[in-house]
C-alpha cells in the first residue's frame, strides 16, 4: 500500500479490522484543502531552511496546486486502504511529482501537529459562515421589531401571565444571547489562532524549521508555545463545541416560544407556508417544523460536546489516537448549525403576528394587579401593605368573575381606603408598559433604545 506512512518495522501490513477502525478518510476529507494549504506553508519552511532547492520548492507548489484543483473538482478522493487525508495526499503528491521530491515533504513534521492545526483552520473558517448566519438572524428579529414597536403581549414568568410587555422586547431578549454568541466566536478564535505545525509528534522539530513562518502563511496569529500543548490539547475545539452547543440552546428557547405562539390557543404567529409543513394524513396542518427541528438539533449539539468532553478526560500528554475523535462531533455541530441557522431566520423573517390577539391577552390574568401595587407606593403606601391591598383586589375581582378595570368605585373603596378612583390612571395596557422606563425595561422608549444598542453590538462583535 503506497499509501502507508509507515511499514519498514513491521513483519505484515494491518489486518483489514484494524483498517477498518482506524481509517478516517470518510470524515476527514473534509480538512483536505486545508492539509494542502499546511503542506505549501511547509514546503517554504523546508526551503527556507535549505532543504529544498528553489526549484524543487517550485515543483512541490505546483504539485499541491494539482492535488487541490482534483479535491475542488472531486477527482481526487480518498482510495479505500488510505488511513487519514494525510497518508492519501501525500500518496497522491508522490504519484504527481515522483517519489524523490514528494517523500521530502514530511521532513519536521507528523501528523500529529499537522491534525492539531487543520481542525483550528476548518473551525475557524466556519465560525465566520456560523457568525454571518447568526448575524442573518439577528437582523430577522431586529426588522420584526422595529415592524412593531408598539405592539403589546402578555408577559409570563413560569408561562403564567405576570406583567405585559412589548413584543419588541420579547423579541430583543431572544436576540441578545445571539449577540453574546457573535462575542464569545469573535473571543474564541483569538484563542484558537494558533499554530501547532512544527511541534512534530510532541517534542519540536530538529531541522531548524520556522514555525512562525508556517502560522503567518496559514494566517494563523503565532505559533504554539509548547509542542506536546499545541500537539495534544483540544480545549479549543471543545470550547467551540460549547459555543455551537450554547447557540442550539439559544435557539431552542427562541424554538419553543414559536411553536407555543402558533398553537391555536395562542395565536400570536402565523408561519409562512415556505417556512411550515404538512401532515401526510390531516389535510389542514400546518407544522412548525423548522422551530421543532431547530429545538430537537439542540440536543444534539449538547451531545456532541458532552462526548467530546468525555473523550478527552483523563488523556496523558501528548498524542494519543483518542484525539482522532475530536472531529466527528465539531463536523457535525458545524453542519447542523450551517443548517438550522438559515432556516430559522427566514421562518422569523416571514412569521407574521397577530399584534390584536395578543393586546386583547396582555391584561387578562391580572397583570396588572403590580401596576396597582406601584401606584400605592407612589401614594406613600409601604410596599407589604401595597402587595396585600392590590391581592386582596385581584381576590375580589376574581371572585366576581371581573377584571381590575372594571371594578367599581364602591368595590375599590371595600376593598382598601388607599383604592380611590384616581388608580384607574395606572389600569391600561399602554399606561403600564410605558411605566416601566427604568434601564432595560419594557418602555418604548427604551425599547428603542436598546434596539439601537442591540444593532451596534451585532455589528461590531
Ligand atoms: N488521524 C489522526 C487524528 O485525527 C491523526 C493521525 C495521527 N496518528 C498517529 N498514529 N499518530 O488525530
Redesign the pocket.
Known sequence: NEGALWGARFASGPSAELAALSR?THF?WALALYDIAGSHAHAKALAAAGYLTADDEQRMHEGLDVLARGIQDGTLVARPDD????GALEAALIAEVGPELGGKLRAGR???D???TL?RMYLLDHSRTIARDILRLVDAVVAQAEAHPDAVMPGRTHLQHAQPILLAHHLQAHAWPLVRELERLRDWSARASVSPYGGG?LAGSSLGLDPALVARELGLARPAENSLDGTSSRDVVAEFAFITAMIGVDLSRFAEDVILWNTREFGFVTLDDAYSTGSSIMPQKKNPDIAELARGKAGRLVGNLTGLLTSLKGLPIA?N?D??E??EPVFDSVRTLELVLPAFAGMIATMRFDTDRMAELAPQGFSLATDVADWLVRQGVPFRDAHEISGALVRACEQRGIGLEEASDDLLAQVSPRLTPEVRTVLTIEGSVASRSGVGGTAPVRVSEQRAELIERAQTA
Open positions: 478516517s476527514d488511513e487519514d487525508v494525510h507528523s501528523r500529529n499537522q491534525i492539531a481542525v509528534a498524542y489516537r484525539l482522532q475530536d472531529k
